[in-house]
């Protein structure tokens, strides 16, 4: 079974909208982290929204809010206000079995295959 | 700097030479990431290292692959006798926080004729 899944290969929508990006995950673990990047055409790799799997809230940074339904396993993306700038591949990913060490955690991710999302005038 | 530093941008070899991938993280990260992104997927990881010692080396595809981290600061990745498969984006990514965010370098195109 896949670890991630983004069921969307591509999603369109207007600027000024907001959109969701859809994540389901697969792990047997209790503590797990789940985590979106941005990956724009010049293919960096940009860090968007972390969230625990204790963490009671949904994470929020800025436009950007993260959809946690814990018993159906998803993880959906939000974001608000669409700008032509958030043309780009987005993923969805997981750290399972974290190690700790001096208040760091330490874990390889899983990823998604990502969605294409293109931001329209 | 900054951020995560790879050099090279760019790499193009032949089928059977040996190749070097460098990573310069984030200063003061303990954790380091090596993951291989081929065209249209998603990241797959490779190897991470906690300080000098890899402690997760699962996701290296064979003996030809290899990395070190001497110092506990830049990382190499070796590959030996490389084949036209190896061909990918290379990323390299650090962290160090409570939520382990990992930060990623702009990566290393490696192309194998």
């Known amino acids: 079974a896949q670890k991630i899944t983004q069921t969307q290969p591509g999603m369109f929508v207007q600027e000024k909208e907001a959109v969701t990006l859809d994540c389901t995950y697969d792990?047997?673990?209790?503590?797990?982290?789940l985590f979106w990047y941005k990956q724009p055409s010049s293919g960096e790799m940009i860090f968007l929204i972390y969230q625990g799997s204790y963490d009671e809230q949904n994470a929020t940074e800025g436009r950007y809010s993260l959809n946690f339904q814990k018993a159906r396993k998803s993880a959906n993306l939000v974001i608000s206000a669409s700008q032509l700038g958030d043309s780009a591949m987005y993923f969805c990913?997981?750290?399972?079995?974290?190690?700790?060490?001096?208040?760091?955690?330490?874990?390889?991710?899983?990823f998604g295959q990502g969605t294409i999302l293109t931001v329209h005038p | 700097g900054a951020g995560v530093s790879q050099t090279p941008s760019n790499k193009v070899t032949e089928k059977g030479k040996y190749v070097e991938l460098r990573c310069d993280p984030i200063?003061?990260?303990?954790?380091l990431y090596w993951y291989r992104q081929s065209l249209g997927q998603g990241p797959e990881f490779l190897i991470y290292f906690q300080g000098t010692g890899a402690a997760d080396d699962s996701g290296l595809p064979n003996d030809r692959f290899f990395a070190v981290r001497p110092e506990g600061s830049v990382s190499t990745l070796k590959i030996q006798r490389t084949e036209r498969g190896d061909s990918a984006v290379y990323l390299c990514?650090?962290?160090?926080?409570?939520?382990?965010?990992?930060?990623f370098g702009a990566g290393t195109r490696l192309s194998v004729l």
């Open positions: 990514a650090s962290s160090l926080s409570r939520e382990g965010i990992q930060y």
């Open positions: 990913a997981m750290r399972e079995g974290a190690r700790w060490a001096g208040g760091t955690s330490y874990g390889k991710l899983t």
């Open positions: 792990t047997s673990d209790q503590s797990y982290g």
């Open positions: 200063s003061g990260h303990t954790a």
